[in-house]
């Protein structure tokens, strides 16, 4: 396959994917393709009428990636446990990053660079004032590093002189969890649009020790994919699978509190956003408080920030999120709740 462009995604149907057979997507002939796939399939598509015809024609193999978007949406790490002299919890993980081609849309393959297979890595979960220590193995041929975003000492920060390792080497970062909130880690080696772009990030969510109130949590990382190099994202995701919780929309209970923690590590694009149809969210900036900073229906963030947002559906139904950029949603951004 020749060098694709994004808006060239956005106007060929029946394209080969990268490394596939599967359709690429978007545009008009998308929605004609997109019917008769349904047509041929027993009549079912993305929101059961084909809202503007959003979405894919195939289907990502998540067995071969090794990873499921519906599962990263709750797969809470709290690594192995103990506690010190001092009675102070202990959490341990390991780390490994990995080479692994990944595929982000049906037929559509990306060389990523991963914590431990997956992109994102391990969502990170602890408590403030928890000891951290993670044993980091790196098993590629690059440089590369785990800087978190919170407060640490300078021989734990994850860069070039501090943190960082070679090819067959390994570090072992430890330090306390602080301040409470939602957060995230990623490769800090160089050059740092490419470490971070191939997928070497992940969220680390700190919990307050009061806690805070029972809710359903998910982890919502936005992101975006290059697959030509081009320093323009052909693929845009919510857990890096385009329109995956559009073709199986996330089912949630009405009336009961839903709570994600909502990170954008986009490279590429000054923006991203997150907007939720027919319904407000509380907002936390960054999840350092206890009360909510804004009430709204949608908030645009920058690379690396991140926000807790709470919110609940009081009426069953089928209802639209996604990116507030209409090409962001064209290429792959969109997603639904399923409310029960």
Same mark, same amino acid.
């Not at 020749?2 to 599967?22: E, P, T, W």
């Not at 929309?249 to 509190?257: M, N, Q, S, V």
């Not at 709470?310 to 962001?328: C, K, N, R, V």
């Given at each position: 396959?020749?060098?694709?462009? /994004? /808006? ?6 029946? *394209? ?27 009549? +079912? ?8 015809? +959003?979405?894919?024609?195939? @289907? ?18 709290? $690594? ?7 009675? /102070? ?44 220590? &993670? ?10 590093? &785990? ?15 501090? $943190? @960082? ?14 301040? %409470? ?6 490769? +800090?080696? *160089? ?5 971070? !772009? ?10 307050? =020790? ?13 992101? $975006?994919?290059?697959?030509? %190099? ?17 073709? =199986? ?26 907007? *939720? +149809?027919?319904?407000?969210?509380? *907002? ?14 949608? &908030? ?8 807790? &947002? ?6 069953? $139904?089928?209802?639209?999120? !996604? ?18």
């Amino acid at each position: 396959m020749g060098r694709v462009d /994004r /808006r060239g995604f956005l106007k060929r149907v029946g *394209l080969a994917g990268a490394v596939g057979g599967a359709a690429a997507f978007g545009g008009a002939e998308l929605l004609q393709a997109q019917t008769e796939h349904d047509d041929m399939h027993g009549g +079912h598509n993305l929101f059961g009428s084909g809202i503007d015809g +959003h979405g894919p024609v195939g @289907e990502v193999d998540h067995a071969r990636n090794g990873f499921d978007p519906h599962e990263i949406l709750t797969d809470f790490d709290y $690594g192995e446990t103990s506690r010190d002299a001092s009675g /102070r919890t202990v959490r341990e993980y390991e780390f490994v990053a990995q080479n692994k081609e990944i595929e982000v849309a049906p037929g559509i393959f990306f060389p990523a660079w991963t914590y431990n297979g997956r992109v994102p890595g391990p969502t990170i979960r602890c408590t403030e004032g928890d000891r951290i220590r &993670i044993r980091f193995i790196n098993s590629t041929d690059h440089p590369h590093t &785990i800087h978190f975003h919170g407060i640490h000492p300078a021989r734990m920060d994850g860069v070039p002189g501090a $943190g @960082e390792i070679f090819a067959g080497e390994e570090f072992v970062y430890e330090f306390i969890a602080e301040p %409470f909130g939602t957060h995230l880690y990623h490769c +800090h080696s *160089l050059p740092l649009p490419t470490h971070i !772009h191939r997928g070497l990030y992940g969220a680390f969510i700190v919990d307050p =020790k009061p806690g805070r109130p029972d809710a359903h949590e998910m982890v919502m990382v936005m992101n $975006g994919f290059d697959t030509n %190099f081009d320093k323009e994202n052909e693929i845009y995701a919510l857990n890096t699978v385009a329109f995956a919780y559009a073709n =199986k929309p996330i089912a949630i209970e009405r009336g009961r509190l839903q709570r994600a923690h909502v990170i954008n590590i986009t490279e590429f694009d000054p923006l991203n956003s997150i907007h *939720l +149809h027919a319904n407000f969210f509380h *907002l936390y900036r960054t999840g350092t408080s206890l009360q909510p900073d804004e009430f709204t229906d949608i &908030i645009s963030m920058g690379q690396a920030e991140r926000h807790m &947002i709470e919110f609940t559906y009081d009426t069953p $139904g089928h209802f639209m999120f !996604h990116a507030h950029q209409s090409e962001f949603v064209e290429l792959g951004w969109m997603s639904a709740f399923e409310v029960s």
